[in-house]
């Protein structure tokens, strides 16, 4: 998990906002509910405002908003899942980021995908979560 410092610039939603908090996960799956509920327990946990996910197994491109809740924290959350692309099920990226922030998001692949938040007129923050594809194993060199 990284934490950017902005040094007090003006959020979208007219806030001040002291850190943004990264981080990013190979979940190798997340259709089931159980790690959907794993992974808004970590954004919840870790103060969170952006996810990145690789290897989500999310058959089709899609956009969601949802509340995420515990007993002390509550959060609303954009996320998108990029889709999968061939035969390969085992691909997929997905981000989840702070609604607030407002992000726009564009799928390049379904190994690699961007947001865009808006600070204020001049600034931008550019995220991309994007992985390699994994090698086949070897029998000569495990």
């Known amino acids: 998990?990284?934490?950017?410092?902005?040094?007090?610039m003006l959020m979208p939603n007219k806030t001040q906002m002291k850190n943004l908090n990264?981080?990013?996960?190979?979940?190798?799956?997340?259709?089931?509910?159980?790690?959907?509920?794993?992974l808004y327990k970590d954004i919840l946990d870790y103060d969170l405002q952006?996810?990145?996910?690789?290897?989500?197994?999310?058959?089709?491109e899609s956009t969601q908003t949802i509340?995420?809740?515990n007993d002390s924290k509550s959060k609303t959350l954009k996320i998108y899942?990029?889709?999968?692309?061939g035969n390969n099920p085992f691909t997929g990226t997905g981000i989840?980021?702070?609604?607030?922030?407002?992000p726009k998001f564009k799928r390049i692949n379904d190994r690699m995908i961007t947001a865009n938040?808006?600070?204020?007129?001049?600034?931008?923050?550019?995220?991309?979560?994007?992985?390699a594809p994994t090698l086949v194993k070897s029998e000569k060199e495990p």
Do not use: W
Request: aromatic residues 6%.
């Open 22 to 38: 990264v981080g990013t996960l190979n979940v190798q799956g997340c259709q089931e509910e159980s790690k959907q509920r794993s």
């Open 81 to 85: 899942y990029s889709g999968i692309q």
């Open 96 to 102: 989840a980021i702070d609604d607030s922030l407002n």
């Open 67 to 69: 509340r995420v809740t």
């Open 50 to 60: 952006v996810l990145g996910l690789t290897e989500t197994h999310i058959k089709d």
């Open 1 to 8: 998990m990284a934490s950017l410092p902005f040094y007090g």
């Open 117 to 131: 938040i808006t600070l204020d007129k001049n600034r931008h923050i550019n995220i991309i979560v994007a992985y």
